[in-house]
């Protein structure tokens, strides 16, 4: 009577996978105007943090949450990307990687609104309070041939998939669109891209905005999957794991940084028989890839040849 | 309690330089970021504690062997992660950022299971030779740590200055292809940077142990962190920006703790970073304005 | 929401539990009395803070050999990695729970950890047990959730009382490492009892994981002069704290929490450990032959002493044992009953009970360090 | 007048680039600026265009005053512009690089973008009708698919005029648009270029072949040194013992910075 093959650890590696290819889109977008941006982890706890508080203490419903938390990420994102203009290159990578410790180190001291280095728990949990107002409705997961933590596993998963559908469909329509060709016109030249007629500082910033709020919406609803949150989850490691699942992945399509965030997090899961020597594998991984395919495992002309078309798109293009 | 802070602080500002010194050599040369130079640093470390203190050899053996060995794995590093990228068309110019950052944690975790996770004690009884001078108490290693930032700042500077190879090096970071019409043999160069570059590393990871008495295998990261910021502080590839940067994060970071709150200290590198870059982005002693290099 | 999440885990467990068991081929009732349990254990074996998680999974597999050395149980331990972050924990527990069928387990490692694992385990109705986990709430987080860790709230007040009235101390320094969970609310408890107890607190100062320098706080500190300093550390950063302030010369006591006290602590800073107090569960110097007898036996295995890391894994799975042979089967319900009703259990902790918390009711002992060696603070 | 230029001056790092420059340039007109190198053609350009900060002085263009608005809201205001050293966004398609260039005469921002709005779909047709009339217009029909950076020489400069005209500017600036072109591809130029204006677009051209400039121009300016020494017809501008001594054993290829 049971669906026994739904295994909620499977579905809980896949959530984090989603949670992780949302990250790695949303380094894409901001990449896609040739800026490369480390804060991305900051950007993603000032999400998770945003809605973490006020669902826990101002009662707010997890929805409302979300959006705040993306909101406020956003905020932050044109706060740091309007003077970050000036920044190209490494500069600009290292100076967002200096915000997104920055932010860090703010959440640790600033005590009385994020609880430090404790953090924030007892965060409503997504699939909990979907299956805890569904029974109030009457509805039993078990009705549906669901255990109640199937049930939970499998609502956060949809959830996330849902979203990471979103997402990503909204970058591959908005990529081939006049803002994705602005995009490919100001990564791959300035000036032209002015000649053009297009106002680059607009898009840029509307480019580092968009991404960090991404991180932001991926920070409220890793926030939301988990249910505890510290400063200890937004650190240096998770900035340079977002990076790598980019350019792992490949940062010149689209769905470069989403297959990189998937294998990337699904590998140490398949890896942990031998658990001790993961990170090890897995750096000699990294390495690998840059020597034999720096590009990233997807490059428009693979995606080309799969599709068995040209791209239309200008969106999906890269200049370095 | 001021002089003791100072001490303290320059110090670590020393330390933080030497450190910096290497990045900023090969991001001179090579126009890219050696993420794995802290864990480099940090094998120096471990491979110096083991002369040291589990083989009771003198000091001299622990400096030889830290340099042998992390000059040795900054060849590798250029081999395996550096060279192969080198001159190919399309690649990004995150890629040597990425292979490096590989190596990192390869290195991380091969200490780990060479050396064992954990702190283990840097003993050496050079590491107690200390004097007073008046209430303030200096430790001798904490002269020497001055002492070998200085040399090492000014041997380099010299050395890029004066010599033929140094020549060769300053030709070949203006412009590889020049360099090579000229004759510079730059893939010789460039493996002497990011070998010398290593060794530096290798000697601020005895210092290191030196100074503190203990090694762990995460110091490469925090120390490679605060590289990053001084060198960015003081201006890429600036030979006398990574040593001000350096003592200027010292200095700061300590007196921070002396007069004000803890708890920031590690904010202050990211947030100088930020500050300088966005009223200076050429950093302290930069020339070239960031905009040119991508 | 808890009660319903609860009731569902009840229901899965009674449900199926008996199918999944068949189905993997244990707990074969009426072929003898032989329990067959498979365990599983979250642990950091990468990373960061993996020197607490080597201690913690030999203590676990010492326990494990003497326990399938005697006849009527046998236990299988399935040990998963989460290299101390929430989500490879969470995700390694989904794991234990759903594809290895275990039927309890043992950790995670850090507080954190469990408030991210607890929660899933106990909406599954599996046992789990924190050998490590000291921070406050975390039993509370569901009547499936244990630990046999002294929580830092019972160990910091024993060890600063005493402190107190022996050295008859008035002004204190305090010193935390402010971005961990566990060092951060020993810290916390510590600001409480120092207020409580009227002493005057000089400066709090801070620290951060893997820092290697110390001597800025330390030489503030010193010009204070302090009659102790109250510090909250993890023993690998605690070590060197020691260490570099005795060098320069800071010799008044320190009092730390239970992260504090391990013998690493002596063999990291030598010398410069002498007059830490700390609280704690675990005393290897005790005059009890169970304490003798785990200590000559991990030695020779491991090489080196048992930290309390190691003797709470040790009693963890030692709890498990006890809990299966009271259950009678390897079925996480009727473990879970038994594991609740658990008191005056002798392990190498001592003598040991659940509340109905399920949380620890110890005596904690409190103990100074001296030449070297960890004594009785009297 | 279509452009008034009036008294610009231009200096950076201590040169002068230029020095007090005022003429106008009428509706409909083809405008032949000329001078040796570093006169301050292309800095004039880029004046123009405000891509280059710090100049001094008024730039009337269509009754408005456009010194120091940005580049963008310039080209807005009708200015198309091509590069002396050609810049087209090299791994997008010859189409792609004119749909580009419309950016300017079309709107959909990211919501209509990300949910593809009537609105926007019947803009993205016409954006793309209008690309391949300007690749046909250009003598690009058939290449729309390729790659820009993969494209001959010749067509790059064809490109980069469809892409400055699909902003339907009212003034176009060519900088040397057959800089490196033989004989026939030449002509081909100054043919579309006349093309080009009877549609009702007003011309200015940088040039250094004096011979076509005769031909193609109506009127010329001629700069020397930052400054302008001559303006007038082609054939006032030959008889001019000024202009003459300035160009005197000068003519080469090549252009100011």
Known sequence: MAVDWLNPYHLQVASFVLINTLLGVSIYVTLATGQLSLGNAGFMSIGAYTTAILTTRHGFPMPAGIVAGSVVAALAGIAVGIPSLRLTGVYLAIATLGFGEVVRVVFVNWESLTGGAVGIAAIPQMGRELLASLRDAGFAPESIGLRGNQFISLSVFLILFASTLCAIGFFFRLGSSRVGRAYAAVRMDERAAEAAGIDTTYYKVLAFTQGAMLSGFAGALFAHATSYISPADFTYHRAVEILVFAVFGGSEHLLGPVFGAMLLTALPELLRSVSDYRYIVYGILLIAMMVFRPQGLIDPPLVNRLAGKKAAGGGSRDAA | MFAEQLINGITLGSIYAIVALGYTLVFGVLDIINMAHGEIFMFGAFIGMVIVTKMNAPLAAAFAGAVLVTAALGYLLERVALRPLRGRTGVSHLAPLISTIGVSILLENLAHHIFGAGNQLFETPFAEIRFTIGSTTVYLVQVVILAVSVVLMGGLSLWLARTRSGKGLRATAESLETAELLGVDTKRIITATVVIASAMGGIAGVLVGMAFNYINNQIGLSMGLKGLAIIIFGGMGSVAGAMAGGLILGLSETFVVAYGSSGYRDAIAFLTIIVVLLLRPQGLFGRAAPEARR | MNGKIRLAGLVFAFVFAPVLLGATGYAEKGKGPEIHAKIGVISILTGPGAAYGEAITNGFKLAQEEMNARAGLRIDLVIEDSSGKQEQALAAAQKLINSDQVVAILGPTLSTEMKVVGPEANASGVPIMGTSTTAQGITQIGKFVFRNSLPEALAIPASIGKAVRKYNLRKVALLYGNDDVFTKSGYDTMKKVSEEMKLAILTTETFQKGQADYKAQLTKIKNLAPDAIFCSALYEEGAVILSQARKMGIAVPFVGGNGFNSPKVIEIAKGAADGLVVATPWFGEKDDPKVKAFVAKYEKRYGKKPDQFAAQAYDGLTLMAEGLKKAGKADRAALRDALAGIRNFHGVLGTFSFDEERDVVMEPAVLIIRNGKFQLFR | ?257
């Open chain 4, 1 to 257: 007048m279509l452009l008034d230029m009036r008294n610009v001056t231009m200096s950076f790092g201590g040169v002068t680039a230029l020095r007090d420059v005022s003429f106008s340039v009428r509706e409909g007109e083809i405008l032949g600026l000329i001078g040796p190198n570093g006169a301050g053609k292309t800095t004039l350009f880029h004046v123009l265009t405000s891509m280059v900060s710090g100049a001094s002085g008024d730039i009337v263009f269509r009754g408005e005053r456009i010194e120091g608005l940005s580049t963008h809201r310039i080209i807005r205001r009708g200015v198309g512009r091509t590069f002396q050293n050609i810049r087209l966004f090299p791994r997008m398609t010859a189409r792609e690089n004119v749909m580009v260039g419309r950016h300017t005469r079309s709107r959909a921002g990211v919501w209509q973008s990300v949910l593809r709005t009537r609105a926007q779909r019947a803009e993205e047709d016409r954006i793309r009708e209008k690309t391949d009339e300007l690749l046909a217009l250009v003598g690009l029909a058939g290449k729309e698919g390729s790659v820009a950076s993969a494209l001959p020489y010749g067509y790059q400069r064809r490109l980069e005029i469809a892409r400055a005209l699909a902003c339907e500017p009212k003034l176009l600036l060519l900088d040397e648009p057959v800089a490196g072109m033989n004989e026939s591809e030449t002509r081909e130029i100054h043919h579309l270029i006349r093309k080009v204006r009877d549609l009702g677009v007003t011309v200015i051209l940088i040039e250094h072949d004096m011979s076509l400039v005769m031909q193609v121009c109506d009127r010329l300016v001629v700069l020397n040194f930052g400054e302008k020494i001559a303006e007038g017809t082609p054939e006032e501008i030959q008889n001019d013992p000024g202009v003459i001594v300035a160009y005197l054993g000068r003519e080469e290829e090549g252009d100011d910075a």
